[in-house]
């Protein structure tokens, strides 16, 4: 049973560029969320999504932000990338209404932005 | 987001037991308490919850204070691949994210 596959691995990107990471969740899971972990840090909370929209979003600006598809896949986009932007982004499915019973995470995207 | 604090390193020997400490004295009483362990290169993994009673499964066992302003993971064996950044996480009941710390980071000496 495959798990959460994130894709791309890696990617070098350019400031100012914009840039799209793509989440498929474990079978059975349709709710998605997104995380940013910087170098040394814990991962920090983007936004979720289920049915298609967007039902939480944390502290991040509007150049972030995603889909999800009818098969629950999803995107998650960057506009205008900073250097600050560069980190490891972590996408988590579960099955909405088991939320509290665990999140299972992708080994994420590592951009760099240069 | 209620907080939790940990310790930001330990250290075990392998075969022994290892007890992580969190605590979390703003905690209410729907949060859920939460650990993930994060290998080196990977996303976090996780590794159980509970909200009131103490709980077991295969990777490990969590023990809840009874005021429940603090809990411990409890690896009762360590190995090597338990080497890892462990994180406490509280989970209020209705919400979505998972807010996450510095953690503590396991070392397990051969």
């Known amino acids: 049973d495959a798990g959460v596959t994130q894709s791309p691995t890696h990617l070098i990107k350019t400031r100012g560029q914009q840039v799209t990471l793509r989440c498929s969740p474990k079978?059975?899971?349709?709710?998605v969320s997104w995380y940013q972990q910087a170098l040394g840090q814990g991962p920090q909370f983007i936004f979720q999504?289920?049915?298609?929209?967007?039902?939480q979003r944390g502290n991040f600006p509007d150049r972030f932000s995603g889909h999800q598809f009818p098969n629950y896949s999803s995107e998650l986009n960057v506009n205008a990338l900073l250097l600050g932007d560069s980190a490891l982004y972590l996408c988590?499915?579960?099955?909405?209404?088991?939320?509290?019973?665990?999140?299972?995470f992708g080994s994420g995207t590592r951009l760099t932005v240069v | 987001d209620a907080k939790t604090t940990q310790p930001n390193s330990m250290e075990s020997n392998e075969e022994e037991p290892v007890h992580l400490p969190c605590n979390h004295s703003?905690?209410?009483?729907?949060?859920?308490i939460h650990w993930y362990r994060q290998l080196p290169s990977q996303g976090p993994e996780y590794v159980i919850h509970g909200l009131t009673s103490n709980v077991n499964n295969r990777m490990a066992s969590l023990a809840i204070a009874e005021d429940r302003k603090s809990s411990t993971l409890i690896l009762h064996r360590a190995t090597l691949r338990d080497a890892a950044v462990y994180y406490c996480?509280?989970?209020?009941?209705?919400?979505?994210?998972?807010?996450f710390g510095e953690g503590t980071q396991l070392t397990v000496n051969p």
């Open positions: 996480i509280l989970k209020e009941t209705s919400g979505s994210r998972l807010t």
């Open positions: 703003t905690i209410s009483g729907t949060d859920y």
């Open positions: 079978s059975g899971h349709d709710t």
């Open positions: 999504y289920y049915e298609e929209e967007e039902r």
């Open positions: 988590a499915s579960t099955e909405q209404g088991r939320a509290n019973y665990g999140y299972t």
